[in-house]
């Protein structure tokens, strides 16, 4: 099966930082990563799909990048709806696998 | 609006059966393929198991493997998950999920139910 890896497993921020989740894949994924988004007490919500494309109700200050095992998902100005849990996913493989987790805590 | 409404979930002994229903509406449910996805609570995300829009493929997550059955009914927009042998690791939120696409390779889910609980205990 294919390993995702988060890092870090959690972070705090403030409002207004720029704040960088990467993951990485224990092989090759191509640009078949999804980011997700989830709150306490809710499912998760999809941010980023196919390493880099937006979901279209998703503000446009979320980003990702990567391309082949290591990945990033960006967040260029925190905001306070963004303090939550970030997962990363591939669909590589028929057998799908998340990261571990990044949750993101105000500093 | 598309909606995912799970369930059958409870409480259940060790070793014994327990099955899963989503009901789907909102959307073509026979167009796209369907995922169960778990969570303990306080924990990560665990994919459990997909099915493509026609039943055709299933696929497993090793952990449930030979234990879990996915199926749907396009005609009652409907998913299912039949869980035997459950063990006490199996206690969690599971997620009735949608794909964005007919087959599960190289997709992503869009919408997500708001799960229901097993609890696997004696």
């Known amino acids: 099966d294919i390993q995702m890896t988060q890092s870090p497993s959690s972070l705090s921020a403030s409002v207004g930082d720029r704040v960088t989740i990467t993951c990485r894949a224990s092989q090759s994924i191509s640009r078949y990563l999804t980011w997700y988004q989830q709150k306490p007490g809710k499912a998760p919500k999809v941010l980023i799909y196919a390493a880099s494309s937006l979901q279209s109700w998703v503000p446009s200050r979320f980003s990702g990048s990567g391309s082949g095992t290591d990945f990033t998902l960006t967040i260029s100005s925190l905001q306070p709806e963004d303090f939550a849990t970030y997962y990363c996913q591939q669909s590589y493989s028929t057998l799908w696998t998340f990261g571990q987790g990044t949750k993101v805590e105000i500093k | 609006e598309v909606q995912l409404v799970e369930s059958g979930g409870g409480l259940v002994q060790p070793g014994r059966s327990l099955r899963l229903s989503c009901a789907a509406s909102?959307?073509?449910?026979?167009?796209?393929?369907m995922h169960w996805v778990r969570q303990v609570p306080g924990k990560g995300l665990e994919w459990v198991s997909s099915i493509d829009w026609n039943s055709d493929n299933t696929v497993y997550a090793d952990s449930v493997r030979g234990r879990f059955t996915i199926s749907r009914d396009n005609a009652k927009n409907s998913l299912f998950l039949q869980m035997n042998s459950l063990r006490t690791e199996d206690t969690a939120l599971y997620y009735c999920?949608?794909?964005?696409?007919?087959?599960?390779?190289?997709?992503?889910?869009?919408?997500w139910g708001q799960g229901t609980l097993v609890t696997v205990s004696s």
């Open positions: 909102g959307f073509p449910f026979d167009d796209y393929a």
């Open positions: 999920a949608k794909d964005t696409s007919p087959n599960t390779s190289g997709s992503y889910i869009d919408y």
